[in-house]
């Protein structure tokens, strides 16, 4: 209980929704008015989500959106339909936030040490309101701390509710990569958030 996961599946798009988005897609390239603001309806929310919890700052997340459209914009010519239009779009969107995680990690320094020596905590299950809302400030500063990668994998999968293949897809990575990222992140926000509650 207190666990909620959203279950998105941009690659899980039927025949005639995947008709729909090449569609779509054709009218953006031809320049139609009014088909780019289509797109960025159907898909803005859950990019903006996705930029939300990797980066933990609404407002950087909200720049990274634009940054995020700029680029499907330009590099809408590149897709070509054998992926589902969502997910394009998510390893599109990672790729610009990754790269902004590693440009702001650069100036800052990261934190990579110590993924393996976590302790595993009981379940404290806040259930007043206030806890729930402290706690999940908890939770993105915590998913802030974790390295790239973990940090991708853990929001795509245990956010997003990507399968570990879809991630991979998403990621570029292999299955069991994923799988394992997903562990270590598991693990150290186990430690992240132990210790926020001490």
């Known amino acids: 209980m207190g666990t909620s996961k959203v279950t998105v599946h941009p690659t ?14 054709e009218r953006c390239r031809r320049g ?14 859950r990019l903006y989500g996705l930029a939300c919890r990797m980066l933990g700052n609404p407002a950087d997340a909200e720049d990274l959106l634009q940054d995020i459209f700029l680029a499907a914009h330009r590099k809408l010519d ?24 590693r440009s702001r990690a650069g100036r800052a320094g990261r934190i990579t040490d110590g993924l393996d020596d976590a302790t595993v905590l009981p379940d404290a299950g806040a259930h007043r309101l206030g806890d729930r809302a402290i706690g999940r400030i908890d939770l993105e500063r915590a998913l ?19 399968e570990h293949r879809e991630v991979a897809e998403v990621l570029g990575i292999a299955e069991g990569t994923s799988k394992s990222q997903v562990h270590k992140a598991r693990l150290r926000l186990r430690v992240l958030l132990g210790g926020a509650s001490a």
């Open 78 to 101: 590149s897709y070509r339909g054998e992926a589902a239009l969502g997910t394009w779009l998510y390893r599109l969107g990672m790729n610009v936030i990754l790269d902004h995680i």
């Open 32 to 45: 139609e008015l009014g088909a780019f603001e289509d797109l960025y309806r159907a898909h803005a929310g």
């Open 144 to 162: 802030a701390q974790l390295p790239e990668g973990c940090r991708a994998a853990f929001v795509l999968h245990d956010v997003e509710g990507m």
């Open 12 to 25: 899980a798009a039927a025949p005639a929704g995947r008709a729909a988005e090449l569609a779509l897609v």
